[in-house]
């Protein structure tokens, strides 16, 4: 070996570094399967439930059920104080709202009670406000006068 | 340990932790905040008001069947015993007389539809 011979280090690569990517894609495969299960195969079973935690059908099967025996019996307090057990954000809203879909149903006697305890309450309301009102008394027969907003739900 | 093997051990594991994240989640936050409760889970304070609704609609309609469907609604098949299960409830807890006696007349009106499909053969 003479003076002008070299050693010759071919350069290397730097090692690859293992992407950990495919931790992060088994953490969303387990959730999503997880999810599945718990939501889907093997649902929670409700018991002792409250009124506010029903389901949207059943929600509306009880707030007519509270409007009808308001209806028959014109007892307010107590359609007041059920009302309040479904959390509604605005019963007024739930009550008006629920009329208008059950007389496009075409049961006009649910409807009308729907509507008796809506004007009811907004009438109250207004009571409470300072505002003289007329408040119906509960009678089927009766149809109220107060046009209810014609707001279309949002879900 | 060869490194895909090692590779593969911590895939599965990452998947077991996002399974138990994905069941914990859903059995717990997820649920609370579904509405998705049936009638007859209500509890039974509840169920008591609700077969009060139904005996208060009894009293003014007088339609026995229509009560008995109202009651059928909560998806228990025997009225009856949605009823009586409603009235030893309001004695247990001191109902109103009235309250309670609307619903003694109910029961006595279900009692006498002879819902009871063994009886009817």
């Not at chain 1, 027969?141 to 014609?150: A, N, S």
């Not at chain 2, 051990?9 to 409760?37: M, Q, R, S």
């Amino acid at each position: 070996m003479n003076d002008n011979t070299r050693e010759f280090h071919p350069q290397q690569d730097p090692p690859i570094k293992p992407s950990h990517w495919y931790l992060l894609t088994g953490v969303i495969i387990g959730l999503l399967l997880g999810l599945v299960y718990a939501l889907w195969i093997n649902p929670v079973a409700y018991q002792d439930s409250h009124p506010a935690s029903l389901s949207k059908p059943y929600k509306d099967a009880y707030r007519s059920m509270i409007a009808q025996v308001y209806a028959a019996t014109g007892n307010f307090e107590r359609a007041v104080l059920r009302l309040e057990l479904l959390e509604d954000e605005d019963p007024v809203f739930a009550l008006g709202a629920q009329a208008q879909r059950t007389l496009a149903e075409g049961k006009e006697t649910e409807a009308k009670a729907l509507a008796l305890l809506a004007s009811a309450l907004q009438a109250e309301s207004s009571l409470q406000q300072g505002f003289p009102i007329m408040i119906p008394t509960a009678t089927l027969e009766l149809v109220p006068t107060q046009t209810l907003p014609g707001v279309t739900p949002v879900p | 340990m060869p490194n895909r093997r090692r590779r593969w051990i911590f895939f599965a594991l990452a998947i077991g932790v996002g399974v138990a994240a994905g069941v914990f989640i859903g059995y717990g936050p997820a649920a609370v905040e579904t509405e998705n409760a049936e009638l007859r889970t209500l509890r039974i304070d509840y169920l008591t008001d609700y077969t009060l609704m139904v005996s208060e609609l009894y009293q003014h309609e007088g339609n026995a069947a229509m009560a008995a469907a109202r009651l059928i609604y909560i998806g228990d098949p025997s009225p009856k015993e949605s009823v009586e299960t409603a009235i030893a409830f309001a004695q247990d807890n001191q109902y109103a007389p009235k309250d309670l006696q609307l619903m003694l007349d109910l029961a006595d009106a279900i009692r006498n539809l002879n819902l009871d499909p063994e009886s009817n053969q």
